[in-house]
């Protein structure tokens, strides 16, 4: 039972994390513009996802707009949307196979040994799904810092990390850990058993003399 209540542990946290993840990517904060600097006109507030931009004005109107092309985007841009679209994929495929595999359903319950090598696969993929949303926001987050520390870079044109980084950051580790305690308790649910063998007839024979 105890292996049992890991993996529903574990798969309760990668599922928050592959909501968390869906989020993150759909969220338009992942840059927002920086008030650093004496000379920053705070009438509104510029925000990138994505997939569009916004602008926030101070009596409260905002106006986004969706990226016209896919091709003039950045590479950073087009680089975070692939591994995060991937990481998403990846979460729900893990899932649907960690489903099969838990000990609390029904499935292949009259092969528990497959059933545990299912839950180890599935936490395998979330561990990958993870560290590719994982990759993704922290290449995000490292071109924001560049760019803000760039002392070529306008100083109303800098960059802070958004919301939707810090969510994504968060969701990623929830998905790894959630991997790791499915991989974790199904090894051991497997490990655990000892192959038993039948007493060898021989050596009831041994003590036996023979006239």
Same mark, same amino acid.
């Given at each position: 039972?105890?292996? %049992?209540?890991?993996?529903?542990?574990?798969? @309760?946290? $990668?599922?928050?994390?592959?909501?968390?993840?869906? $989020? +993150?990517?759909?969220?338009?904060?992942?840059? $927002?513009?920086?008030?650093?600097?004496?000379? *920053?006109?705070?009438?509104?507030?510029?925000?990138?996802?994505?997939?569009?931009?916004? #602008?926030?004005?101070? @009596?409260?109107? *905002?106006?986004?707009? #969706?990226?016209? %092309?896919?091709?003039?985007?950045?590479?950073?841009?087009?680089?975070?949307?692939?591994?995060?679209?991937? !990481?998403?994929?990846?979460?729900?495929?893990?899932?649907?196979?960690?489903?099969?595999?838990?000990?609390?359903?029904?499935?292949?319950?009259?092969?528990?040994?497959?059933?545990?090598?299912? &839950?180890?696969?599935?936490?395998?993929?979330?561990? *990958?799904?993870?560290?590719?949303?994982?990759?993704? @926001?922290?290449?995000?987050?490292?071109? *924001? &810092?560049?760019?803000?520390?760039?002392?070529?870079?306008?100083?109303? !044109?800098?960059?802070?990390?958004?919301? &939707?980084?810090?969510?994504?950051?968060? &969701?990623?580790?929830?998905?790894?850990?959630?991997?790791?305690?499915?991989?974790?308790?199904?090894? @051991?649910? $497997?490990?655990?058993?000892?192959?038993?063998?039948?007493? !060898? +007839?021989?050596?009831?024979? %041994?003590?036996?003399?023979?006239?």
């Amino acid at each position: 039972m105890a292996n %049992s209540g890991l993996q529903l542990l574990g798969f @309760t946290l $990668a599922f928050f994390g592959f909501i968390g993840t869906i $989020a +993150s990517t759909a969220m338009v904060e992942w840059k $927002a513009s920086s008030y650093a600097g004496d000379n *920053i006109i705070t009438a509104q507030a510029m925000y990138e996802g994505l997939w569009k931009s916004c #602008v926030s004005q101070s @009596t409260g109107q *905002i106006q986004c707009k #969706v990226y016209d %092309s896919l091709l003039q985007l950045p590479g950073m841009v087009q680089g975070a949307r692939g591994l995060m679209c991937s !990481s998403i994929l990846l979460c729900f495929i893990s899932i649907m196979v960690a489903v099969v595999g838990m000990r609390c359903t029904t499935c292949m319950a009259e092969a528990p040994e497959q059933k545990d090598k299912v &839950a180890l696969s599935g936490g395998v993929i979330l561990i *990958i799904a993870g560290l590719l949303a994982l990759v993704g @926001t922290s290449w995000y987050g490292h071109r *924001i &810092a560049q760019d803000f520390y760039n002392p070529f870079t306008p100083t109303n !044109s800098r960059y802070e990390f958004g919301k &939707a980084l810090y969510v994504g950051w968060g &969701a990623a580790v929830l998905i790894v850990i959630g991997g790791c305690f499915l991989c974790c308790s199904s090894h @051991t649910k $497997a490990g655990g058993k000892q192959p038993r063998y039948p007493a !060898s +007839s021989s050596a009831g024979q %041994s003590g036996r003399d023979y006239v």
